[in-house]
C-alpha cells in the first residue's frame, strides 16, 4: 500500500476530539470577554466542521456496520451540540448564560465522545471491526475538513442543519 501522511479516518476524528477538548479547557481558564469570545468561536467552529464531516461522511460509511441505535443517539447528539452552539454563537460573553452554555457543550461532546470511542463497543471500534477502510475515509475526511475549514473561514460559521430535529428551528 502506498505511503501516505494523511491520517487514518479514526486518527483524524480522535485528534479533533483531542483539540476540542484543549480549548474547552482553555476556555474555562480564559478572563476577559474578548479572549473567551475568541475561544468559544474557534470551538463552534472546530465541532461544526467535525461534526459536518462525521455526518456526511464517516457516519453514512458506519450505516449497517454499526448499531443502529448508536448511531441514530450520536446524530441526535450532534443535533443537540448544533443548538448550543448556534445560542453561543448568537451572543457573547455579556449573555449571562455564555460561560453555562460553553460548560454544558463541553459536557454534552464529553459523554459524545465517549460513545464515540469506548473500547470495544464504541462506534469508531465497531466500524474498525466490521473492517471500514479507515485509509480511504481519513484522506476523503481530510479533503472535506480543509476545505469546509476555508469556507467558514472566509463566510463565518452558517447556521447549523438539524438532522434529526424537524419540530425545532434555530
Ligand atoms: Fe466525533
Ligand atoms: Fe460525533
Given at each position: 500500500?502506498?505511503?501516505?501522511?494523511?491520517?487514518?479516518?479514526?486518527a483524524l476524528l480522535k485528534a479533533d476530539h483531542r483539540a476540542v477538548e484543549e480549548l474547552f479547557e482553555k476556555f474555562e481558564k480564559a478572563s476577559g470577554d474578548g479572549r473567551k469570545r475568541e475561544i468559544a468561536e474557534k470551538i463552534c467552529m472546530?465541532?461544526?466542521?467535525?461534526?459536518?464531516i462525521e455526518e456526511e461522511i464517516f457516519y453514512p460509511a458506519c450505516e449497517g456496520k454499526v448499531e443502529e441505535d448508536m448511531l441514530k443517539e450520536a446524530y441526535v447528539e450532534h443535533d443537540g451540540a448544533k443548538v448550543l452552539i448556534a445560542e453561543i454563537e448568537k451572543g457573547g460573553p455579556d449573555d449571562e448564560y455564555y460561560d453555562a452554555k460553553v460548560k454544558v457543550l463541553s459536557e454534552q461532546i464529553e459523554h459524545h465522545v465517549q460513545e464515540e470511542e469506548q473500547r470495544m463497543e464504541g462506534i469508531?471500534?465497531?466500524?474498525?471491526?466490521?473492517?471500514?477502510?479507515?485509509?480511504?475515509?481519513?484522506?476523503?475526511?481530510?479533503?472535506?475538513?480543509s476545505?469546509?475549514?476555508?469556507?467558514?473561514?472566509?463566510?463565518?460559521l452558517p447556521t447549523p442543519t438539524l438532522e434529526t430535529m424537524t419540530e425545532t428551528t434555530i
Open positions: 500500500m502506498a505511503e501516505t501522511n494523511t491520517p487514518d479516518a479514526v472546530e465541532l461544526t466542521i467535525h461534526a459536518q469508531f471500534a465497531q466500524a474498525r471491526k466490521a473492517g471500514l477502510d479507515m485509509d480511504a475515509l481519513g484522506e476523503q475526511l481530510a479533503a472535506r475538513k476545505e469546509l475549514m476555508e469556507t467558514y473561514q472566509s463566510s463565518g
